[in-house]
């Protein structure tokens, strides 16, 4: 039979923290900033510490991959200068849009690299 001992927390946990309390929240923000600063087992930092910044390459790359296929639905209507018109809009966006993109990386890159 079970006493239930095994489903309660070990004497050696820290104590539980209200969040309703006294502090709270706060307390708990200073709590974990200290452990980050004094390394203590189980905290690290998430990498990257830096995120990337948004940008709206792949948006647009989207919309070219949309312009692209729409001009190759257009062409089993059989209109042939809708279908190269619709599809060069998308085929430029497309490439316009990795050429950005990839800019954006490697300028990120080499601010992270200094």
């Known amino acids: 039979m079970s006493t239930g001992k095994e489903f309660q927390a070990p004497e050696s946990a820290s104590p539980a923290i209200e969040y309703g309390g006294p502090g709270g929240a706060a307390d708990f923000q200073a709590m974990e900033a200290e452990a ?8 690290h930092r998430p990498l990257p510490e830096k995120l990337p910044s948004s940008g709206y390459w792949p948006a647009i790359m989207a919309l070219g991959i949309t312009f ?13 200068s809708t279908i190269i018109i619709i599809f060069f809009i998308g085929l430029v966006l497309f ?7 990839i800019g954006d990386l490697r300028h990120e890159r080499k601010d992270s690299n200094e």
């Open 68 to 80: 692209m296929l729409w001009g190759i639905a257009v062409g089993f209507n059989e209109v042939v």
């Open 95 to 101: 490439i316009g849009a990795l050429a950005g993109w």
């Open 36 to 43: 980050l600063r004094n390394g203590a087992p189980g905290w």
